[in-house]
């Protein structure tokens, strides 16, 4: 099953806007990372976010988590044509140290 | 460094038919993974491999199996393939890049995927 979910599952919009994406998770976890998959291809990792941290920044990307809520989010700010891809959260799987759990996605388009 | 190649990147295959898919990844990594992705399920973990030698199953290896070769190579061998099968595949590695980081804090590196059509 899946541990973390995006919200929403799709978001269209302009270039320039913010882009605003949410995971929510079920257990506790000591970490939680996000990645984005441009159409056909792997994902790459973007960015890590410890339990201890509440607040995480690299370039236009923020990363907020929230442990008491099992929540996390990733604003893209001043979007660009080439940030339109999927994104998705990873959570530490319950059942393994080396494993990980990846939501569903959000699928963000950005129009020039 | 390629880091993780994955080959090959298209294949259709009959039910019933077998075939491996193969990876490789140059980063000295420890840990290999294989995972299958489909619309709307996000990706789903099918074997894992934390070291070489070892291997292990993940949410979904009904229907598959793995081996690691040696430390670079986990291939994804499946047998008699059905076509709830039809997927793309990723494999993806992982190692400690910092001696303070623990297993549940590394980054996984992914490879360029295998679209696998079963009819």
């Known amino acids: 099953s899946q541990q973390g979910e995006e919200d929403p599952q799709a978001l269209s919009i302009q270039e320039g806007e913010n882009a605003t994406m949410n995971c929510s998770y079920k257990?506790?976890?000591?970490?939680l990372q996000w990645y984005r998959q441009n159409s056909g291809r792997g994902l790459v990792h973007l960015i890590l976010?410890?339990?201890?941290?509440r607040e995480k920044h690299s370039g236009r990307l923020r990363v907020t988590l929230d442990t008491s809520k099992k929540s996390s989010s990733l604003l893209i700010t001043a979007s660009r044509a080439a940030d339109t891809a999927s994104y998705f959260c990873?959570?530490?799987?319950?059942?393994?140290?080396?494993?990980?759990?990846f939501g569903t996605g959000t699928k963000l388009q950005v129009i020039p | 460094n390629a880091g993780v190649t994955q080959t090959p990147k298209f294949q259709v295959l009959k039910t019933g038919q077998s075939m491996t898919l193969q990876c490789a990844q140059d980063?000295?990594?420890?840990?290999m993974y294989w995972y299958r992705q489909d619309p709307g399920m996000g990706l789903r973990l099918i074997y894992y491999?934390?070291?070489?030698?070892?291997?292990d199953k993940g949410e979904v290896p009904n229907g598959y199996n793995v081996s690691r070769l040696n430390k670079r190579e986990f291939s994804l061998r499946l047998e008699s393939a059905a076509p709830s099968q039809t997927s793309v595949y990723f494999c993806?590695?992982?190692?400690?890049?910092?001696?303070?980081?623990?297993?549940?804090?590394?980054?996984?590196?992914f490879g360029p995927g295998t679209r696998l059509t079963v009819l």
């Open positions: 257990t506790s976890i000591n970490n």
């Open positions: 491999s934390a070291s070489e030698g070892t291997t």
């Open positions: 980063m000295n990594h420890n840990s």
């Open positions: 976010i410890r339990s201890n941290e």
């Open positions: 993806a590695s992982s190692g400690r890049r910092l001696l303070q980081e623990t297993p549940r804090q590394w980054e996984q590196f």
């Open positions: 990873a959570t530490p799987h319950s059942g393994g140290y080396q494993k990980v759990t």
